[in-house]
T-cell receptor, first 112, second 108 residues
């Protein structure tokens, strides 16, 4: 597995603002993903963070709302833009190692 | 139809009993299957992976896979209060799809 550090661990934000979540992995990984877990629900894939190129977004998620950076093989950021209360969720960074998916500690976001 | 379906629970079992969790998947192309444990307020933790038909045992956990029936299960033997959590089933073809999870409560 790997040590996957995410920050912030939680934040409370105002409507209309943006928050950038950072994900740092202790080893180089090719595949890195961002998931969302809304209250009481399972995990939904937002996008695959591709190193050196634009992220690949799943249906229902767009780059303008969730811009992602992946400058190298150990780091990625997810920005939640122009937030609304509907964006209140847990956001999880994850990496694929040996065909297994491992998760960071998560960022709990509350939008007022 | 959801890609991965689980009994939502909650499932309540007495300490020391066997907890049985079930999962079905719709994509016959799925090749890899996983069980994650998620404690309240924490991120999911991988506890089992299974790739071929049959049983796979790891400590108190046994995963069972039947590709013909598109069915995956997880047995937790000698359940402990520390096993109280939500268990997520996941199936992977070209991407990983998660079920909604089954909440397990182990009664002391």
């Amino acid at each position: 597995s790997a040590v996957i550090s995410q920050k912030p661990s939680r934040d409370i934000c105002q409507r209309g603002t943006s928050l950038t979540i950072q994900c740092q992995v202790d080893s180089q990984v090719t595949m890195m993903f961002w998931y969302r877990q809304q209250p009481g629900q399972s995990l939904t894939l937002i996008a695959t963070a591709n190193q050196g190129s634009e992220a690949t977004y799943e249906s229902g998620f767009v780059i303008d709302k969730f811009p992602i950076s992946r400058p190298n093989l150990t780091f990625s950021t997810l920005t939640v833009s122009n937030m609304s209360p509907e964006d209140s969720s847990i956001y999880l960074c994850s990496v694929l190692i040996d065909e297994k998916l491992f998760f960071g500690s998560g960022t709990q976001l509350s939008v007022l | 139809q959801k890609e991965v379906e689980q009994n939502s629970g909650p499932l309540s079992v007495p300490e020391g009993a066997i907890a049985s969790l079930n999962c079905t998947y719709s994509d016959r192309g799925s090749q890899s299957f996983f069980w994650y444990r998620q404690y309240s307020g924490k991120s999911p933790e991988l506890i089992m992976s299974i790739y071929s038909n049959g049983d796979k045992e790891d400590g108190r956990f046994t995963a069972q896979l039947n590709k013909a029936s598109q069915y995956v299960s997880l047995l937790i033997r000698d359940s402990q209060p520390s096993d109280s959590a939500t268990y997520l089933c996941a199936a992977r073809d070209y991407k990983l799809s998660f079920g909604a999870g089954t909440t397990v409560t182990v009664r002391a």
